[in-house]
């Protein structure tokens, strides 16, 4: 992106006419090269904000939401949103910070929720009070930390990993089937951990003699208060020694020991302190539904938040904060088809807009685009009218036939009658598959032949899109979490805020 | 001279990698406020004994003693904590991290406040935050302009060859070592720099108090500032004593230039 | 796994069919470790993705066979059809593994050690969801076993050595499938360009290698051994499914390293250790608990051994 360096004339300003090198050199954060356009310029405002003004303002909308509107839905999401901030905060720990790639991470907060069920709820009859319950969760999540942690002492990078998933293999394992573990007297038909149906009527949080059952608006702000604490407090420890630290350790472990960091211990802390964090949000977890259950704390959830961290960008506080947000609010909106279908469109042609220059080449396309769809749909159907035939309201949400933009769509799009079912051979799944042929292929090719292929690319990937994916959500939510973290793998691996990073010069 | 214990001692070091002896009985010391060079080809096995002292490769047999104080099998930073700092022939400074901030993490070992501590950002947290920041921009103004001012903030990775070996001796310095160990630090400069570097080691002994082991291929250099040469061939000590005295000696000679060159010398 | 032959428990019987059940799945694992050991060896990347290529493997030879008319109409006899499956997944999980390659992970070559981790983990999410998406989650029946061929099945043998014929095929296949990988590691130019490139793929382009090819058979290799394994199987367990990739893959990763990163035999036989220990996990001492008690064995495996039982610890230049 070495097109957002400034331009000679605006570097050499009136002030200083001459340059010398040390001038040149001390300048050259200005011209590290950052994400350009819009974007771009949206990141360098919030660079230039205090930290502390940042989250201020995040956390005030996430709080004064609640009282801005009724819907309840749009609270959940927002409590949702809020619990995943926390979990990316926890993770950047060890990931971002240590540069440990700890895939085990899913273990502390299933271990948080379960403990905080244990602990306050009627299957042990406990009920502890909140304010006893919640340290000791956060306090044995810690300890867990530590004791998971200690392989990392041996192992480090890939094995690391591997060993790490193996954690969260055998913490599934242990909470689907610990339904036949009658440890401390747990009741003979659930067991220790409930089993695959979890644990059921866990309470609400109490604070200060209150019960937060109006979730999840009290769960906003259970999550909001936590966010806040957390995200002070590992501010203050990245710009200490420990922080250093750990970015000495993931820059160069052998160096870093070499200079009198005990890098070992640093790994277990790494972990320990994110676990902490996913130990409360777990307990958040457990009051805010009332209840845990197995299926939560599994794979997918992991995949999720790595995509949120690495979005933003592993290893900056705000980045972290900024993914969450953008992905928990990316796949509630996936969610319903009516909602999909606009962010489908509308960030194609965001993309378009964005990213083909010069304007005669956008033109080109655009206009290619519909006369593709449109040749396509008379030739389709002057084969066979059957060809054109198809819904474009397709599963549960029912779309009106004649809407303006349905309209436009039966008049570029084939929709094929009749076979939107969920079979092997149904054509979304070919268009699926050859779109990604096509997607691959296009980075591939260059110039005219880029802009050339890009028309039926486009064409098929909307042709997938209505005959299958649309309707799909619950599919097609984890495959934008894969895409996610492949694409930004390949073209940005510091994420949208990260300092992109020097390996080896 | 007092029979001082010396600064560092080994004794009958011995390590193989699979069949190969890389270090074979090696015996050696090193006086307070000397500098010692070891010379020897390419793969004498030199920086196996820098990695032998620091803890990064354990010996077969042997002993390493700092100040009469066995320092075997300690993990390399309690090495690094006792007093032996070391840089690294193929520059492992931390790249991304700032100057000032490579030095001042090298520091750890010096500092004392608890996770706990930086978190509420308590009395000590701050105080010592601010004693490594003060020590940190000392040790850099040790060499002069060249990583003062501006480049503090910046990017190690954006400095110049000869700087990031200047950050490596500032950042080995920085955790307070009584023992230095330098692998080939004028490796990759020019004359002008070499000499330069040749300098600055006398001063690091005679203004800094440190003890240095110099690993060094230039021989100017090793002529410069060497009290003592000890060369290593295959991993045995072939000769040891003053710069002329190892120069000269024919098993020296024949090391590096082969047996022929030996023979009609 | 869901076993194919009926036990009495606790004798003789019992536990050879239980060896032979775990030498099986093993067989199934070593084949999967195959390629995750020479992708590990060559660029030092723990593929993640390998295990769902495996999955689609099984898949496409799942729809081959449906394709020629299994299991009511088959177009051929069993063996020229398992024969074209077997093809048919192999060159498709070849062309996947190689797309892959050069899409997901070449361009990575010289980022931060942790990206193509990440990017491998999101491909190998990618592809399990795609599965999903294509074909549904509910796991599908090869049937290979209902129909025509029961007796493939049954098992044969002397006193309580018994043993299926195709628990036999599928072992047998799988060490010749290693023997010919040994040989072109060992003895073609190719093969000695790959261990080349293990030991420094800079060194080794200096000398003239073509990395970027080396790499790419590398995967090539690896994934038609993985779309192998995903037909056997189908073959053997008769179930698939779009989940089945992932435990596989963490197993056949763990042989890799049990056996030694880079070493054929190695991994064959940590493939079959590991599948050996699983099926008398399951048959001796839990079966809830199979996946716990394997984990943590596992896991004491990569502490105590990470160079792996016939690996050689690798001195690290400083």
């Keep these: 992106m070495s097109e957002d360096a400034p331009t000679p004339g605006e570097e050499s300003g009136s002030t200083s006419p001459q340059i010398g090198i040390d001038e040149w050199v001390k300048r050259s954060g200005e011209r590290i090269a950052g994400p350009g356009g819009v974007f771009g310029g949206a990141v360098r405002v919030a660079g230039r904000t205090p930290r502390i003004l940042l989250l201020a303002v995040f ?17 959940g999401v927002d409590a949702d949103t809020l619990l995943y901030v926390l979990l990316a905060i926890g993770l950047n720990v060890a990931v971002g910070w240590a540069g440990l790639l700890d895939l085990g991470y899913i273990v502390y907060y299933g271990f948080g929720a379960y403990l905080y069920a244990e602990l306050s709820s009627a299957h042990y009859n406990l009920h502890w009070p909140t304010w006893q319950s919640v340290p000791v969760v956060v306090a044995f999540t810690v300890l867990l930390g530590f004791v998971l942690a200690l392989p990392s002492r041996r192992l480090r990078g890939d094995y690391l990993a591997i060993v790490t998933l193996f954690f969260l293999q055998m913490f599934n394992n242990f909470t689907t089937n610990g339904y036949t573990l009658d440890w401390f007297g747990a009741p003979t038909e659930s067991g220790l951990t409930g089993g695959p149906t979890g644990i059921n009527n866990v309470d609400p949080f109490r604070v200060f003699g209150h019960a937060l059952t109006n979730s999840p608006t009290d769960y906003v702000w259970a999550a909001a208060a936590g966010i806040t604490v957390v995200a002070i407090l590992f501010t203050f420890v990245n710009r200490s020694r420990t922080g250093r630290a750990w970015r000495a350790l993931r820059e160069d ?24 964090v996913a130990g409360y949000a777990g307990a958040v977890n457990g009051a805010y539904y009332q209840g845990v259950f197995p299926d939560t704390f599994m794979f997918p959830l992991l995949i999720t938040i790595y995509a949120m961290v690495i979005l933003g960008g592993a290893g900056s506080l705000g980045g972290v904060i900024f993914g969450a947000v953008t992905v928990n609010v990316l796949l509630e909106v996936l ?8 962010i489908f469109y509308a960030a194609l042609l965001i993309g378009l807009l964005a990213k083909l220059r010069p304007w005669r080449v956008l033109a080109a396309v655009l206009g290619g685009l519909v006369a593709f769809g449109v040749a396509a749909n008379q030739i389709a159907g002057a084969i066979s009218a059957k060809a054109v035939a198809g819904p474009i309201a397709v599963g549960p949400t029912a779309y009106t036939k004649h809407g303006f933009f349905a309209t436009l769509v039966r008049h570029w799009m084939i929709l094929p009658g009749g076979t939107y ?16 042929a096509l997607v691959l292929a296009l980075t591939l090719v260059k110039g005219w032949k880029r802009w050339a292929l890009l028309v039926p690319t486009l064409w098929l990937a909307a042709f997938a899109w209505e005959t299958d994916l649309v309707n799909q959500a619950p599919t097609v939510r984890p495959l934008f979490l894969g895409v996610i973290l492949i694409v930004l793998m390949v073209m940005r691996p510091a994420g949208l805020f990260g300092q992109s990073r020097v390996e080896v010069v | 001279m007092a029979a001082a214990t010396p600064i560092l001692e080994l004794r009958g070091l011995n390590v193989a990698f699979g069949g190969l002896k890389a270090v074979d009985g090696l015996d050696m010391h090193i006086e307070e406020k000397e500098i010692v060079s070891l010379i020897g080809p390419n793969g004498a096995g030199k920086t196996t004994v820098l990695n032998l002292i620091t803890g990064v490769a354990t010996p077969d047999s042997g002993d390493i003693l700092l100040g009469g104080e066995s320092v075997l099998g300690l993990a390399p930073h309690k090495i690094n904590q006792k007093g032996i700092a070391r840089t690294f022939q193929s520059l492992r400074l931390f790249l991304n991290m700032t100057v000032k901030e490579n030095v001042m993490a090298a520091q750890y070992g010096h500092t004392r406040a608890t996770i706990v501590e930086q978190m509420l950002q308590l009395p000590r947290a701050r105080r010592e935050e601010r004693e490594i920041n003060a020590f940190a921009e000392e040790k850099l103004g040790f060499f002069g302009e060249r990583l003062m001012g501006y480049r503090w903030n910046q990017p190690a990775y954006s400095l110049s060859y000869a700087n990031r070996r200047r950050l490596e001796i500032a950042r080995a310095t920085a955790t307070r070592p009584r023992l230095l160990l330098l692998d080939e630090p004028a490796a990759g400069m020019n004359p002008v720099e070499t000499h330069e570097i040749a300098e600055l080691i006398g001063k690091l002994r005679d203004e800094g108090g440190y003890t240095i082991l110099l690993i060094e291929h230039d021989m100017h250099v090793v002529e410069t500032i060497s009290d003592r040469v000890v060369a290593l061939d295959h991993g045995v000590k072939i000769a040891e004593g003053t710069f002329e005295q190892v120069a000269t000696d024919p098993r020296v000679v024949e090391a590096y230039l082969g047996t022929k060159a030996a023979a009609t010398k | 796994m869901s076993t194919v032959l009926a036990f009495d428990f606790y004798n003789w019987h019992f536990f050879f069919a239980e060896l032979i059940n775990g030498l099986t799945t093993g067989s199934l694992y070593a084949l999967i470790a195959l390629g995750y050991t020479m992708v590990y060896g060559v660029l030092k990347l723990l593929n993640f993705a390998h295990g769902d290529v495996y999955m689609i493997g099984a898949f496409i030879g799942y729809f081959v066979l449906n394709a020629m008319g299994w299991p009511l109409k088959p177009i051929m006899p069993l063996v020229p059809l398992l024969l074209v499956a077997f093809a048919a997944a192999m060159l498709g999980c070849a062309a996947l593994g190689v797309t892959i390659e050069r899409f997901a992970y070449r361009p990575l070559r010289n980022a931060p050690r942790i990206a193509p981790l990440i990017s491998a983990l999101g491909v190998s999410f990618f592809l399990q969801q795609t599965a999903v998406l294509l074909w549904q989650a509910n796991p599908r029946s090869y049937a290979t076993y209902s129909f025509h061929n029961a007796e493939l099945y049954h098992p044969v043998g002397w006193s309580n050595f018994r043993f299926s014929y195709i628990q036999l095929l599928i072992i047998l296949s ?8 040994s040989f072109f590691v060992w003895k073609t130019r190719t093969g000695k360009a790959m261990r080349a490139v293990s030991v420094d793929p800079e060194a080794a382009s200096m000398m003239g290698i073509d990395v970027d090819r080396v790499i790419m058979v590398t ?9 192998a394994a995903g037909v056997m199987t189908g073959i053997a367990f008769q179930t698939i499914g779009p989940y089945m990739g992932f435990g596989a893959g963490l197993k056949a990763f763990t042989a890799a390293v049990v056996g030694g990163i880079g070493n054929i035999g190695g991994a064959v036989l940590g493939g079959l250790l590991i599948g050996v220990a699983e099926t008398f996990i399951v048959g001796y001492v839990t079966s809830g608990f199979s996946d716990l008690v394997l984990y943590s064995v596992l896991v004491l495996f990569m502490l105590f051994r990470s160079t792996g039982i016939r690996g050689v610890a690798v001195i690290q230049k400083v």
């Design chain 1, 59 to 75: 956390i005030g909308f996430a709080c004064v939401l609640p009282l801005l509107t009724s819907n309840g839905y749009v609270i």
């Design chain 3, 174 to 181: 799988t060490v010749v499938l290693m023997l010919a990988l």
């Design chain 1, 421 to 436: 079912t969920n079979a092997d051979y149904k054509p979304g799944n070919y268009a699926f598959v050859a779109t990604i």
């Design chain 1, 335 to 342: 969610r319903t088809p009516a909602h999909a279908r606009w």
């Design chain 1, 253 to 276: 472990p052998l160096a870093a020991e070499a200079m009198g960091i005990p890098v070992k211990w640093l790994m277990l802390l790494a972990v320990a302190v994110g676990a902490g």
């Design chain 3, 219 to 227: 995967f090539l290799l690896g994934s038609a051994l993985a779309g």
